[in-house]
């Protein structure tokens, strides 16, 4: 096997697997802040809730700490050549990820972990509010560094080939980061509402905790459909904005779009065939991707042929990520747009399907979350730092294949069994209640 393919697969892995955890802190944490808050302004019943989610909220961060730690160590060992090259840059939003935001969610969490009767109630609830702050600063630092490697700014390439930073604020605030992370932020956002109200259905539908099971599926399906309409607009339109403008052949790989057209359609279901060029049984809506990417119905869309082939990302993957993020965010519209007219309408808490849809839908943000960053990592490709470094061009040449592989094993097996554990201790806080 490749050598850098088994470090790509040995990363998608442990970043994909990782990626599970930040979803739940940053969509859980205004949960916790808000719940705290109302605790501290004498709500009884929030004092419940708040202890709660507070549990779940640090068994995620937890699980994220722990499976966090081995992918600061691949960079190193099996992305000698990349960190060589750009570690001044991207080692900048990394540290400060570490030294801020791990910082300051680490040591609040700590106060509320920690809290006593004699603890000031509105001191815990603003440790609870710098909770939520970190969990959203360290996702920012997060984004920052990949925004970078999407649209290298702010830096200068060295008489030895290193890059340099030149910038920090450049990179910081860099144009393809701000709506990148207002989507990954949206995302989790509906994940967090999606858990909340699915694990209020479960307490109504199983006749315990009633009056918070209420709280929860109100509280829930409000955040989902206000998150989910905002991931449509602005925070996903903007984001393809971005997209169209900086990287148009990922747009071209997430439409199946392989012929340039005026006027081109958008495809709603269809099947690439890369060898053939072109989609499969498509059903199309013309002239609308012109419009969504530019503005104008009859605008100039740059098609997969329009590009050298070795500068095209691998078509089938990130085309069928991206329609499954899209699909299941219009579900989600759907369900939480449903599930908030019952609300108004005074029968969401009795009407029994609806309770069953919020349950069963919770695991789908996840799928959501993961494939969107499918599309933005796969449709990178062939480079790791856009137009200016290729993937083939960063692994470590001392680490072969199998050596990869081998610790590939090790992490599956290490991430199962945490996986089984963080399953248990979720699981047994739910069946337990509310304390």
Not at 126 to 154: E, K, N, R, Y
Not at 302 to 308: D, I, M, P, S, V
Not at 399 to 415: C, D, N, Q, R
Request: charged content about 15%; overall charge negative; some cysteine.
């Amino acid at each position: 096997m490749d050598p850098v393919l088994a470090d790509r697969l040995q990363f998608a892995f442990t970043i994909m697997f990782h990626y599970l955890f930040p979803i739940g802190t940053m969509g859980l944490a205004p949960f916790v802040a808000g719940y705290t808050w109302q605790a501290s302004e004498g709500d009884v019943e929030a004092v419940r809730a708040a202890r709660f989610w507070t549990k779940i909220f640090t068994i995620n961060f937890a699980a994220g700490v722990v499976t966090g730690i081995p992918m600061e160590f691949q960079f190193g060992t099996n992305w000698a050549a990349f960190a060589q090259r750009s570690g001044s840059i991207v080692g900048q939003p990394l540290a400060m990820e570490g030294m801020f935001a791990f910082f300051l969610e680490s040591v609040f969490l700590g106060v509320l972990l920690s809290r006593t009767r004699t603890t000031p109630s509105r001191f815990v609830a603003w440790s609870a509010v710098a909770v939520c702050i970190g969990s959203w600063l360290s996702g920012f630092f997060i984004v920052v560094t990949d925004a970078w490697m999407q649209h290298p700014v702010g830096y200068h390439v060295a008489a030895n080939g290193t890059l340099e930073l030149d910038n920090a604020w450049a990179v910081l605030l860099s144009p393809f980061a701000g709506w990148q992370y207002a989507h990954v932020l949206t995302g989790a956002l509906i994940a967090g509402g999606f858990i909340v109200s699915g694990i209020g259905a479960y307490y109504l539908l199983s006749e315990r905790e009633t009056p918070l099971g209420r709280r929860f599926v109100r509280d829930g399906a409000i955040v989902g459909l206000l998150f989910s309409l905002i991931a449509v607009f602005p925070t996903g339109d903007r984001n393809g904005a971005d997209v169209t403008h900086f990287q148009p052949i990922k747009l071209a790989a997430m439409e199946g779009l392989f012929e340039t057209a005026n006027g081109a359609p958008l495809a709603i279901i269809g099947m690439p065939d890369v060898k053939r060029q072109e989609l499969i049984d498509p059903v199309v809506v013309p002239n609308v991707l012109s419009f969504l990417a530019y503005g104008n119905f009859t605008a100039n869309v740059k098609g997969l042929t329009a590009y050298a082939e070795e500068l095209r990302p691998p078509v089938e993957v990130t085309y069928y990520a991206y329609h499954v993020m899209v699909g299941l965010g219009t579900i989600f519209v759907a369900a939480t747009g449903l599930a908030v007219l019952l609300l108004w309408r005074k029968r969401l808490f009795t009407f029994r399907p609806m309770l069953w849809i919020l349950m069963l839908l919770m695991p789908f943000p996840y799928i959501a979350n993961e494939a969107g960053w499918t599309v933005t990592e796969v449709g990178r490709q062939p480079w790791i730092v856009y137009g200016v470094m290729r993937t083939a061009e960063a692994g470590s040449p001392n680490v072969a294949a199998g050596e990869t592989i081998f610790t590939l094993v090790g992490f599956a097996g290490m991430y199962f069994i945490l996986g089984v554990l963080f399953l248990y201790l979720v699981l047994r806080e739910i069946a337990e209640g509310p304390a």
